[in-house]
């Protein structure tokens, strides 16, 4: 366990956390709604730190992320732990646990950056669960990665405060997951606000951290037009090169009686998303070889990444320009 980054001392031994927009009070001996930060003798500690539940490494596109280094591997850590308790939660098994529940096991940041060095993955992705809960060790982590030239990234549900963005300078890319309107966040995730996630999404991009955003469709949930078309125009007033990606739902958590997202639903919200101008409209968690993971360039409509599920097939992107006719592509690009 390490010592919290951000948090104050208040009154009778109690902390207030402000990793995340809950901003927890916990009184002495109490611990964070995430279930991994606790309050021992006035001093709010995290104990899941170089404590990973998961290190795996995947292509980057997983995450998913189409723009920002395609077709490279990301070493990918994880501890338990959730600031959110989403009904449809795809891990729930690592992010509704209490740090208790997880390996005890340290891998410290030294040793997650030796690793991506072994395995020559050009980036690290703090991801599974939600990285904000675990920010000491991301943060730890990739100031000792941009020393050796390693890219870090967030895949996240944007619930972070300012103040941790503002500390958090080695971010270099994110996936934010925007999962519905303000009514489908209090009720399904566990009662937060929605604004605060697109004001992280606002924050990074005045940071310059290269930013998608996905948005998980479950059917009778945020599936209607109204909820996809104010995802979409936000993206779109922000930066219509900011790619979306629109997902498929599986049962999973509490919504395993909920059917899985039939593929013309996606395929309906992006052609809203394209409708409101927004550039870059994927469709993921379908079938591998969907048309709709493919990249187009936005001026001449030339097919300019080509993907198979997760693996990319083929780049014509040159120097981040279209080969065809020479449009700028949006995104970070070796
Ligand atoms: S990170 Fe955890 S303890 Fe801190 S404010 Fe968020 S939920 Fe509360």
Redesign the pocket.
């Known amino acids: 366990m390490k010592e919290a980054y951000l948090y104050k001392k208040l009154k009778d031994k109690a902390v207030q ?4 927009n ?3 009070k ?1 009184p002495e001996g109490g611990r ?3 279930q ?2 606790e309050n021992i003798r006035g001093t709010l500690y995290a104990m899941t730190y170089a404590k990973p539940c998961s290190v795996n490494t995947d292509p980057i596109e997983k995450k998913p992320l189409f723009h920002f280094l395609p077709g490279t591997e990301t070493l990918s850590i994880a501890t338990v732990g959730c ?1 959110l308790h989403c009904q449809h939660c795809q891990n729930w098994e690592i992010s509704q646990a209490a740090w208790e529940a997880g390996p005890q096991r340290e891998v410290p940041p030294s040793e997650v950056v030796r690793l991506a060095g072994e395995y020559k993955t050009p980036s690290i992705s703090y991801t599974y669960t939600e990285p ?2 675990f920010y000491e060790y991301a943060k730890d982590t990739s100031v000792l990665a941009h020393k050796q030239k390693i890219k870090n990234v967030f895949v996240t549900n944007g619930y972070m405060t300012k103040e941790m963005l503002k500390d958090y300078k080695e971010l270099d890319a994110a996936n934010v997951d925007v999962k519905g309107n303000e009514e489908f966040y209090k009720k399904v995730c566990g009662g937060v606000e929605m604004q605060h996630v697109l004001d992280s999404i606002k924050r990074m991009k005045r940071n310059k951290t290269w930013v998608e955003v996905t948005n998980l469709i479950i059917p009778g949930q945020n599936d209607d037009n109204a909820s996809i078309l104010q995802i979409s125009e936000f993206v779109h007033d922000l930066d219509p090169n900011m790619p979306l990606h629109f997902s498929a739902f599986f049962p999973a958590y509490k919504m395993r009686n909920t059917n899985p997202t039939p593929r013309e639903t996606l395929v309906k919200a992006r052609e809203i998303a394209l409708e409101s101008g927004v550039k870059y409209v994927y469709c993921g968690n379908t079938y591998p070889g969907d048309p709709f993971e493919n990249t187009h360039c936005p001026n001449c409509g030339e097919a300019l990444i080509k993907r198979h599920g997760f693996a990319l097939l083929e780049s014509h992107v040159d120097k981040g320009k279209c080969h065809s006719c020479g449009q700028k592509i949006a995104g970070v690009f070796k």
């Not at 956390?17 to 995340?20: F, P, Q, R, V």
């Open positions: 956390c402000s990793l995340c809950r901003r927890c916990i964070g709604n995430c991994v930060r600031n904000t809960i």
